[in-house]
Each structure stands twice: as structure tokens, then as C-alpha cells.
């Protein structure tokens, strides 16, 4: 039980020969409440989300709406008056139906989306209705603790040393912005200077080593940090394996330090690097190497005994990025950079300023190893999904998305005109529609269309990619909700497309 809060005494104040504030007319306050209009808005909140989420396993998962349909639906003038906050959500909704797409529901399979544990999308609206600004341990005590305990959680969870530092982030971009970050600090100051207060003009170039197939969001924090998206060196990934004698070789050809960018979980085919091979070149190169990883989901193969094997020597990484809202099934937006020694991290998103550092903390400023100063309490629900799952619970819900995958790949590899295009090692099943007797250009249009009338039919998402310059469908069974029944409805849905596409 909370205590009630203590009484304040008050005394008068001394006249001072200045005007004093006029009384406040209790019915002035009786009649405006601010706080009045939150139990009705949230009401109706709980009562539109509720029947959407109950929905979810029968809802359309797309209706694959036109810009123009929702420009109609959306689009308006800035209205002149108000209206009641609960109307406004009900008309919002009703507006913009139509281009919802139920991408936490059971069968949506693209883009490696996860869905939102119960306790996950609790502790969200939690989170929203506190308020909280993790700038400073002074702005909220409760909320600096809670990503604290919540990174040291998730680094147990994934077997990484207790000792390490993290932050959470937007999503694995700013995640991989954040490690980056960090190797470029450390790097400069290898090279002699400081590139957080000098800048990178007039020093020398820091090398970057990437994969060829590594994620765009890797280049987009490349380019962010001015490290440049194309200013890399490049490394062969055969079947989207980084090879580490190339690693090696280009080490070698360089005479100072470097960063290297490894992956966990390539994403149209799950694939991940040799991180004991790229960590061993790392550790022979004389001049130093960061070795950052890209682990947006495959860190959570780390949970399973079948697939811990492909995350071995992520503990020798520097830095580690990975998604919330992917396997984790935390809503949006989270992401989470984990770091061995966060010191690079504080001096290059180091800010300065006396309303900033009041000198009386007694923990740790949770802004301090990340760009942004203001920061919603993301940690609340994942302190939840954690808490009411537990290992087991995220170990189980592994082991289940793993056998759905497995249990995918083997359909499509028996089922006629269809064929896996990369191994299933993980949760990615990278597969295309290949009658016999069409030519490649045919059978490149042919998976486009049925990738679009898989989505605009609403039984299932799927999405489209290029592999081994071939035109694919990719499917990511990374949903905590996802059941058989569900698999087979994507199952069904693939089928017709075949037969009304072909």
C-alpha cells in the first residue's frame, strides 16, 4: 500500500511591499478538472483496443490499402473546434481502419515482426501513462532502475558477461548507431584524435569492414556517424555467411585500427556469421579492432540448445545490437544496445550543461550512452514481458517459432512448384514459386504478384525479397502467438495464390 502523503505546513509570508496573489475561488477549480477527461478517453481506449485484439486471429491481416483510399479517409483541413478526446479516438479509428495492418496478429509472417506479450503491451500503456523522461537518475529514479536491472536481465538472458553496459533504443538502427558510435570514438582516439569534439574533416578515414549482405541498417548509421554508407570495405558472404579469411585478408592490408560489423540472423535467410573466426582475426590484428554485432534477432537464438551453436563468440563482441519488437514481442519501439565497456559510448553522446548535471544523482544519467536526451520509459515493458515470462517462458516461446519454421521449410520443400531457396537455420524461410518450363523473368514476375495477392487477400502477410538475383518470398515466424493453425492458413493461402496466379 502506498503511504499517504505526508501534510504540508505552511507559515505566511512576510509582507515584501509587492502586490500579493489573490485567493483562489474554489468553484473556479471545483468546475475545471484537467485531470476529468482522462478516465472517459481512456475507456474508450481500453474498448476499441480490446476488440482489436480479441480480433486479431480472424482480423483481415491487410487490406492492402491505396494512398489514395486513405488520403480520403485521413486527409482534412485542421479542424476549428474541438471535439470529446474518447469521440476523437472512435472517429480516428473508424477513419483509418482500412489501412491497419494487424502486423502483432498470429499470421503475419514479413518483415521479422514480433507481436506483444500481454504483459509487454500493459506495461507500454503503463509506461505512456506515467510519463516518465529517462534524461537523468533526478527525472525518474523508478525508470533509470528498472532499464538498469532490465539490461543486466537480458544480458543473463543471452548469455553475455554480467559486467557489460546496454541502453535501450528506438530499434536495432539506433542500436547499431549506438555501437558504431562507440567503435568510431575508439577508434579516433587511436588514431590520435577525439571524433565526437573534433569531428571526422581533416583526420584520417576510420575502415569499416561490413559483410556485403549486411542490413541497411548498419549503412544507415554508417552514413548518420559520417563514417559513409559506401566508404566500406567490403567482405564476400557466400549464402549470406561473411567469410573470415576475408575478414582476415583486409585486416591484414590495413595498418591501424578498424571496425568490423558482423551479423546474427541475416534477414532473408537467418543465416550468421562466424563470430569465433572473425573475433580470432580480430584478436591477431596488431593495431586493433572493435568488433560490433548485428544480432537485430539472432541473439535470440542464444535461448535454444538447437540454435545456440550459431551465436558462438558473441560474448568476444565489443558491441551488440539487437530488436525488442522483434522476438522479444515487446511493442514498438524498442531496440537494445548492449556494450562491453560503455566508456566509448558516454564520450561520444557526452553532453554538457548545469540544468543537466544538478551534481546530486545517485545513480546513473540513463541519456548518457545514447543520442537522445529525452527518452520514454522503454524498459517498463520489457521489465514486464521478462518478469511475467520468465526464462522458461522466452525459452518455450523460442523452441515454438523455431519448430514453426522448421515445420514450413519441410512443407515447401514437398509441395510441387514450390523450393527453398537457403537453408532454414533459424526462423526465416526463404522460398519462391518455381513451376517447371518458365523462363527467369517469368518466374520473377510470377512470385512478385503473388507476394502482392497473398498481402491484398488478408489471410497472411508475406513479403517479397531478391536472393541469389532471384526473385523470393520470405516468411519470419517470430510471433509469440503464432499457432499451427495459423501456419497452415499461410499454407493455404500460398496454394491459391499458385493456382490464380500461374
Known amino acids: 500500500m502506498v503511504p499517504p502523503l505526508p501534510r504540508i505546513e505552511t507559515t505566511e509570508m512576510p509582507a515584501t511591499g509587492s502586490a500579493s496573489l489573490p485567493d483562489a475561488d474554489p468553484s473556479t477549480d471545483a468546475d475545471h478538472d484537467p485531470f476529468a477527461g482522462f478516465a472517459p478517453a481512456l475507456d474508450a481506449v481500453r474498448e476499441i483496443a480490446g476488440a482489436y485484439l480479441a480480433g486479431l486471429p480472424e482480423r483481415p491481416v491487410s487490406r492492402a490499402a491505396t494512398l489514395a483510399e486513405m488520403e480520403r479517409a485521413l486527409d482534412g483541413p485542421l479542424p476549428e473546434t474541438g471535439t470529446d478526446p474518447a469521440a476523437a479516438l472512435r472517429e480516428w479509428f473508424e477513419r483509418a481502419e482500412a489501412g491497419i495492418v494487424a502486423s502483432p496478429g498470429p499470421r503475419f509472417f514479413g518483415f521479422v515482426n514480433g507481436g506483444s506479450f500481454p504483459a509487454a503491451l500493459a506495461g507500454d500503456w503503463l509506461a505512456s501513462a506515467l510519463d516518465q523522461n529517462l534524461v537523468a537518475w533526478a527525472s525518474s529514479p523508478a525508470g533509470a532502475q528498472t532499464e538498469t536491472v532490465v539490461i543486466r536481465w537480458l544480458l543473463d538472458l543471452f548469455g553475455l558477461p554480467p559486467g557489460w553496459d546496454g541502453t535501450l533504443t528506438t530499434g536495432a538502427t539506433m542500436a547499431n548507431l549506438v555501437g ?280 497472411a502477410f508475406v513479403s517479397g525479397t531478391v536472393w541469389d538475383r532471384k526473385a523470393a518470398i520470405r516468411a519470419a515466424f517470430d510471433n509469440w502467438a503464432t499457432r499451427p493453425a495459423d501456419v497452415a492458413i499461410l499454407q493455404a493461402a500460398i496454394l491459391d495464390g499458385v493456382r490464380r496466379q500461374s
Not at 557466400?238 to 591501424?256: E, K, N, S
Not at 537464438?301 to 525488442?324: F, I, K, Q, W, Y
Open 180 to 459: 558504431l558510435a562507440a567503435a568510431r570514438q575508439w577508434a579516433g582516439e587511436r588514431m590520435g584524435f577525439d571524433p565526437a569534439a573534433d569531428g571526422l574533416s581533416g583526420n584520417p578515414r576510420i575502415p569499416v569492414l561490413v559483410s556485403e549482405v549486411t542490413h541497411a541498417s548498419v549503412r544507415k548509421a554508417l552514413a548518420t556517424l559520417g563514417l559513409g554508407r559506401t566508404a566500406t570495405i567490403e567482405i564476400p558472404a557466400p549464402g549470406g555467411v561473411m567469410d573470415p579469411v576475408g575478414v582476415r585478408d583486409a585486416l591484414a592490408r590495413l595498418d591501424g585500427p578498424a571496425i568490423v560489423v558482423a551479423g546474427l540472423g541475416e534477414v532473408n535467410t537467418g543465416e550468421t556469421d562466424d563470430l569465433t573466426a572473425i573475433a580470432d582475426a580480430r584478436d591477431d590484428h596488431p593495431h586493433g579492432v572493435w568488433l560490433h554485432v548485428d544480432g537485430a534477432f539472432g541473439l535470440f537464438a542464444a535461448l535454444s540448445p538447437r540454435t545456440a551453436g550459431l551465436v558462438a563468440g558473441v560474448e568476444r563482441a565489443d558491441s551488440v545490437a539487437t530488436d525488442g519488437h522483434k522476438w522479444l514481442n515487446v511493442p514498438y519501439d524498442c531496440g537494445v544496445a548492449l556494450l562491453r565497456d560503455g566508456a566509448s559510448a558516454r564520450a561520444a553522446f557526452a553532453a554538457g550543461g548545469a540544468y543537466l548535471a544538478p551534481g546530486t544523482d545517485e545513480g546513473p544519467a540513463p541519456s548518457g550512452l545514447g543520442p537522445d536526451m529525452s527518452r520514454r520509459m522503454r524498459a517498463l515493458p520489457v521489465w514486464c514481458a521478462l518478469r511475467a515470462a520468465g526464462r522458461d517462458g522466452y525459452r518455450e516461446m523460442v523452441e515454438r517459432c523455431l519448430d514453426h519454421a522448421a515445420g514450413f521449410a519441410a512443407w515447401v520443400e514437398a509441395t510441387p512448384d514450390l523450393e527453398v531457396l537457403a537453408p532454414t537455420r533459424m526462423i526465416i524461410v526463404c522460398f519462391r514459386v518455381a513451376p517447371p518450363g518458365l523462363d527467369a523473368t517469368t518466374t520473377d514476375a510470377l512470385n512478385r504478384r503473388i507476394v502482392a495477392a497473398i498481402q491484398a487477400g488478408g489471410r
